[in-house]
């Protein structure tokens, strides 16, 4: 079956520190990949997604990026964080347009910036 | 992008009441989808509408997908504190279904 991981659960970090958030997926191949924020009480903003190894698509222009090394590897990153960044980070997977499923969520990573 | 938007945004209910959440598309949808998120957790589906008026029941859930496929309903029967959570409705762009819009959320908080 497929599972998907991500971590950490938990990062509190300072202003204009750097940041990396891997999202590793197991179980399937050549999934569609998704990186989403969650401010809190809020709904799910969708940030990036891809379709493949290096092709990246991103939905809002901001302080992050995102890159797949591998075909199962999402990475989302920051140069320098802000306030604003904090939020639940959820990286999610699915099957794409051929295939119309639905999300997988991983656990998610709660990113306070302090 | 693609608008989704839900209402109400919170709803206290006490144990035993019904509840509703609405989803408003601003744009016609392919299919959308019905996501749960508990306290602290991650979403997870529910179930994906498709077809122009359809309705769907899981046990006391029931969900409805408008004719004109712009807008949805999700309806629970005499709530239960562990119907607590936050539930979302996604939409993709069209029918790109590489990219999927999640609405605002109706936060449900029921009360024993």
């Known amino acids: 079956s497929q599972t998907i991981h991500q971590w950490p659960a938990t990062l509190v970090q300072p202003v204009g520190s750097p940041l990396s958030l891997e999202c590793t997926v197991e179980?399937?191949?050549?999934?569609?990949l998704y990186w989403y924020r969650q401010a809190a009480g809020r709904g799910l903003q969708l940030l990036f997604y891809?379709?493949?190894?290096?092709?990246i698509s991103s939905e809002v222009p901001q302080n992050l990026s995102a890159s797949r090394p591998q075909d199962r590897q999402f990475i989302l990153s920051s140069k320098k964080l802000l306030l604003s960044d904090s939020g639940f980070y959820l990286c999610?997977?699915?099957?794409?347009?051929?295939?119309?499923?639905?999300?997988?969520f991983g656990q998610g990573t709660r990113l306070t910036v302090v | 992008g693609q608008q989704v938007m839900q209402i109400p945004q919170y709803q206290h209910v006490q144990e035993g009441e019904d509840f509703t959440t609405y989803c408003n598309s601003s744009?016609?949808?392919?299919?959308i989808q019905w996501y749960k998120q508990r306290p602290g957790g991650h979403p997870v589906f529910l179930i994906q509408?498709?077809?122009?008026?359809e309705v769907k029941k899981q046990k006391r859930l029931t969900f409805q997908f408008g004719e004109a496929k712009k807008n949805s309903s999700l309806h629970i029967t005499a709530t239960q504190t562990t119907d607590v959570g936050t539930y979302f409705c996604?939409?993709?762009?069209?029918?790109?279904?590489?990219?999927?819009?999640f609405g605002s959320g109706t936060k449900l908080n029921v009360k024993p």
């Open positions: 179980g399937t191949s050549n999934p569609n």
């Open positions: 744009t016609t949808l392919s299919n």
């Open positions: 996604a939409g993709p762009e069209g029918y790109n279904f590489n990219k999927f819009y």
């Open positions: 999610a997977w699915g099957g794409g347009w051929d295939m119309n499923t639905e999300a997988f």
């Open positions: 509408l498709v077809k122009s008026g």
């Open positions: 891809s379709v493949g190894i290096g092709q």
